[in-house]
């Protein structure tokens, strides 16, 4: 997440799959773009990749940029510029990460100073039995929020447990609640949510209380029976002493007993005389096995009439898990046809009842759908997970006999296959897991034609994939530090054997409660790269045919290709910070003061950076490599993420952190901003974690505001307590206003300062004179009653000819966007046309030319985000699309391509077709002249429009007359008409002649704008 002002960096990581290996292409282009909330391009570049296949950007967001979720795409260097043009949809509107890109959030944002989690004694409860949670409220320099105002609301929702039936084995791609992982040792790239749930569900408690002095506030309270499982969310707002608020959530189960059971048949559609499997699994909340547990099938004929049913007894069983907690029950149906109700029973430790589901198909031999068999087949894995050189001893089981079926070891394609005969209802099957192209996974199937049916089982089996990780370990040579103070941080990269290897690194530190405003957007590059792998070949069968008559048109099956290109896009990173000022320590050491107290030295922090340090590093050949960077003011939790690569195609993710703090923090709560007249508080927090209780000076020093009050005090705050101290201020001046805030005591002290912005309370106004002048001319400019102060400028500029005045005033005419749509255009449009007179006239105004292109880019980010659903603009940004406003945008936009400024393609092709449904429906001359020389303008034509506008000149304003003339002249065609009209209409006096206009209020009737 970014604000706007900020630069984005971000680094690419590009591999190119040959069959199911990534390989590196050193020196392969591709093209990087970003696109806007909106999907409009604001950066476009074409990127070389290096050694270890990577390649690195950064963009400057602007003033105005448009807020909400960017994405960054990439395409190879030959497809079309529009490939993306519906990708960046589809991650916004889905929520998901393209194959190639990734996004990154740009927003107006206050970072939180400390953080919320919410933890329970037990993670899952009987219903009935006693619910403690904790709310654990810590600052992110790493001490507890003691004494702080807690409000806490429980609620119920209910819950589904997808209670399975079946080890899919693949464990390894999921991570474990407390965020471990099997293969990647927890140290995903996704950061577990410390957010608080969604607020639905029905409340259950709600409570109020304060923090300990660990931070702490314990919950307790009673879960309650219900029809079916539950959740129960705890929703926490937290409020410290600088009464800033901060949220947090958890949630813990309450199941109706100690287990849940699932069900699975090997098939659901039985004919007469088959026989039903049905296995039970008995599983915790957890998905731990309850073995040695009894459990009851029960065999109900449904019949259903009118919309009801009606269920009669017909059978039941019992049985035991095993090991595995599994039960398994086998019956043949004496029935033709209809519906099987199965219900299966149980009783946990405190005989709470435990029930399960499942419907039969019967179905007499007329029935269309017996070619479909789900379950005829099972395959058994001997383990969950392989390594290379393992020999797999794979378990087939069969409710056939004398089946011939084909065994194959699937993925991108065909690895091993072998026809197996199966002469009783089991075999066991070897095949040798002898590649890395194995690994992470494949997949296992078996296939054959029984009684004119396609029976078919797959399973994935994982091939432990650690030979293409790397591991990395981040040493800082420290743990804590205090601001400014040099942090050096040792980054080791090693592989599987735990040998030295050498990668490249990319490396950013981060404030930690940056991810409490947004989670990490990028996905641990372990996983992108080494994913786990679906099934690319695919099986047909000749019963999937039906011939009604007509063999010469049975469908052909399809055919599947495979192939790809692998991208990845890391995440955008924040920028690295600005260099470091050198602060004045106001507090000198040896200082005395109120009976000769001796006061701490202390630095004044200002330099409060969203990100340490964001770098690329490479290690050598003994896998080391040492960063060094200046600990920014922040006083938080650093978080470390380093992301390595290898030239042989081995990823590595680590994550780490350290804390910035001291003994003696004080801490300024202002607004983000002030607006001139305001009236506010702004505090000072100071907190002690020195050995016992100190005696503070509090120093407030102010510059841009008026504070009533002491600007010295002095207060006693006890170990590990807090202190708060209020001050009244006025802001009375626009500009900028400076708060310095010092604790200072005997051992440690503290200071920070803030520069807060402070808009103007009023109106912007401007007025300008133009004239000749003799010997002299006195001008007069009246300066409006409440003038701000400090808001208002004069500016004289003199130019002795029309050429030189306007090169002159090309510097005044260049500026930044604002306000509505035409007030943006009115200001984006001058800047356009001194880039043209830059461009064309070769003048050297290097200060100019290097400003323009971020003037003409915030400028378009405005247009983009004002344009309408139907491609036009109107006077405001939620405004109806407008006909003059739409041709005002598009003249602009059109000038801007001309001037070599890069226009989103969409934005300017929805404009123009704007253009041509306002030309339809608008009947006024004038406005359609106008609509017309937009549309000239930006490439578009529409010569009967034209012809019928030049055969009544007689309905055109002197306006419309001259955009004709400049239309007829770039279609080739004849202007004496024109031209000889407004000639007539031309007031000559002495030497120069001017067009009076309507001055009816509009635009095109102003003498100015209309003699331009």
């Known amino acids: 997440i970014y604000r706007p002002n900020q630069t984005v960096q971000f680094r690419v990581v590009h591999r190119s799959e040959l069959g199911q290996k990534l390989i590196v292409k050193p020196g392969e282009k591709m093209w990087v773009e970003i696109r806007d909330p909106k999907g409009n391009k604001v950066y476009d570049k074409l990127h070389t990749v290096g050694d270890f296949g990577s390649t690195s950007g950064s963009i400057v967001m602007g003033d105005e940029p448009a807020l909400g979720e960017y994405t960054i795409l990439t395409r190879s260097e030959t497809e079309d510029a529009n490939l993306h043009q519906w990708n960046w949809q589809w991650m916004g509107r889905w929520g998901k990460q393209a194959w190639n890109g990734v996004r990154f959030r740009v927003d107006e944002y206050r970072k939180p100073e400390y953080k919320v989690d919410i933890g329970f004694k037990k993670k899952t409860v009987l219903q009935g039995d006693d619910v403690e949670a904790t709310i654990d409220a810590k600052y992110y320099f790493g001490s507890p929020v003691t004494d702080a105002e807690v409000a806490y609301t429980v609620t119920r929702r209910g819950y589904w447990y997808y209670w399975r039936c079946w080890d899919f084995y693949y464990d390894w791609y999921t991570e474990d609640e407390d965020g471990s992982d099997e293969i990647y040792e927890g140290k995903g790239g996704r950061r577990q949510g410390r957010r608080a749930p969604r607020d639905y569900g029905e409340q259950v408690l709600s409570g109020t209380g304060k923090t300990n002095a660990e931070g702490k506030l314990i919950v307790k309270f009673t879960s309650q029976k219900w029809t079916h499982d539950a959740v129960y969310d705890i929703h926490a707002q937290v409020t410290d002493l600088s009464r800033r608020v901060v949220e947090g959530g958890g949630s813990c189960k309450a199941t109706r007993a100690e287990f849940g059971l699932a069900v699975s048949l090997n098939k659901y559609v039985y004919k007469p005389g088959d026989k039903v499997n049905v296995r039970v699994r008995a599983t915790t909340a957890d998905d731990k096995v309850v073995a040695d547990q009894k459990v009851v099938v029960k065999g109900y ?106 065994f194959t070891v699937e993925g991108k394609e065909i ?55 790397i591991k990395v370990e981040i040493r800082p040579d420290k743990t804590q530090y205090r601001p400014r103070n040099k942090a050096r941080y040792e980054i080791v990269t090693t592989g599987a054997d735990g040998k030295p290897v050498a990668a490249e690194v990319a490396f950013g530190v981060v404030d930690e409660s940056i991810y409490a405003l947004q989670d990490e957007y990028a996905p641990d590059i372990r996983k992108h790269f080494i994913h786990r792998r679906g099934i690319e070949v695919a ?79 490479t290690t050598g050949a003994d896998g080391r490599t040492v960063v060094e960077v200046d600990i920014p003011d922040n006083l938080t939790t650093w978080k470390a993420t380093a992301r390595a690569v290898t030239a042989d195609s081995r990823f590595g993710q680590e994550l780490g952190s350290v804390v910035c703090r001291k003994e003696m923090i004080v801490r300024l709560q202002t607004p983000r901003f002030f607006t001139q007249n ?158 043209q007179a830059l461009q064309k006239l070769g003048l050297s105004k290097p200060e100019l030319k290097a400003e323009i292109p971020e003037m003409v880019a915030s400028g378009l980010q405005r247009l983009y985000n004002f344009q309408q659903q139907d491609g036009g603009w109107g006077w405001w940004q939620h405004d109806k699309s407008n006909a003059w406003t739409t041709a005002y945008v598009m003249t602009g936009l059109a000038l801007a391509r001309e001037a070599d400024h890069m226009v989103a393609h969409e934005v300017f092709s929805r404009g123009l077709q704007s253009l041509h449904a306002h030309l339809a429906s608008n009947q006024d001359a004038n406005t359609q002249a106008y609509l017309l020389y937009a549309l000239r303008m930006s490439g578009g034509r529409d010569d009967v429009t034209r012809a019928r506008l030049t055969d009544k000149l007689g309905e055109l304003n002197a306006y419309s007359k001259a955009l004709l003339a400049l239309v007829l002249k770039k279609d080739g065609m004849r202007t004496n008409e024109v031209l000889e009209s407004l000639a007539r209409e031309a007031k000559v006096v002495g030497g120069s002649a001017h067009f009076d206009g309507g001055d009816k209020g509009g635009w095109m009737d102003h003498h100015i704008e209309v003699s331009a």
């Open 678 to 835: 305001d009236q506010t508080v702004i505090s000072a927090v100071a907190h002690n974690y020195l050995d016992g209780e100190k005696e503070v000076k509090i120093e407030l020093a102010v510059e841009g505001i008026d504070v009533a009050g002491e600007m010295t005090q002095f207060v006693k705050v006890p170990a590990g307590g807090q202190q708060r101290i209020d001050w009244k201020a006025t802001v009375k001046t626009a500009g900028r206003a400076k708060v310095t805030v010092k604790a200072l005591s005997d051992v440690d002290s503290d200071a920070m300062q803030l520069v807060v912005p402070v808009l103007a309370h009023g109106a912007m106004k401007w007025d300008s004179r133009a004239g000749i002048v003799g010997d002299k001319v006195i001008e007069k400019i009246m300066i409006p009653d409440g003038t701000v102060k400090g808001g208002s400028e004069l500016m004289i500029c003199v130019s002795p000819t029309h050429a030189a005045m306007v090169l002159d005033a090309l510097e005044y005419l260049a500026g930044y966007p604002y306000g509505c749509v035409e007030q943006t255009m009115s200001r984006f449009l001058p800047t356009v046309v001194v880039s």
């Open 415 to 469: 690895h091993q296959h072998q026809v197996v005969s199966l002469k009783g209802h089991t075999k066991l099957i070897e095949f040798k897991i002898d590649s890395q192209v194995l690994s992470p996974n494949v997949h296992i199937s078996v296939a054959a034609i029984k009684e004119n049916q396609f029976v078919q089982k797959s399973k994935m089996v994982v091939v432990n994939p650690s030979e293409k990780f």
């Open 301 to 406: 004929d449904r019949h259903w009439r009118n919309g009801n049913h009606q269920d009669t007894f017909l059978f039941e069983g019992s049985s035991k898990t095993d090991e595995h907690g599994i039960a398994e029950f086998n019956f043949t149906p004496d029935r033709e046809g209809g519906y099987l109700w199965l219900v299966v029973e149980a009783e946990d430790r405190k005989a709470n009842k435990v029930t399960a589901e499942q419907w039969v198909w019967l179905c007499g031999n007329n029935w269309y759908g017996d070619t479909v068999n789900l379950n005829g087949i099972d395959l058994i894995l001997d383990k969950k997970t392989y390594n290379i050189g393992d020999t797999a001893q794979i378990l087939v089981t069969s409710q056939y006999k004398n089946v011939t079926f084909l």
């Open 539 to 617: 099986t047909s069968n000749s019963l999937q045919y039906h011939d009604y008559g007509r063999a010469d048109e049975k469908r052909k099956a399809n055919e599947q290709g495979a192939g790809g290109a692998l991208f990845a896009a890391d995440a955008a990173k924040p920028a690295a910070p600005a260099t470091m000022r050198a602060a004045k320590s106001e507090a000198k050491e040896g200082e005395k003061d109120r009976g000769g107290a001796t006061y701490a030295a202390t630095e004044i922090r200002s330099n409060f950076a969203d990100t340490m340090v964001w770098r690329t590093v």
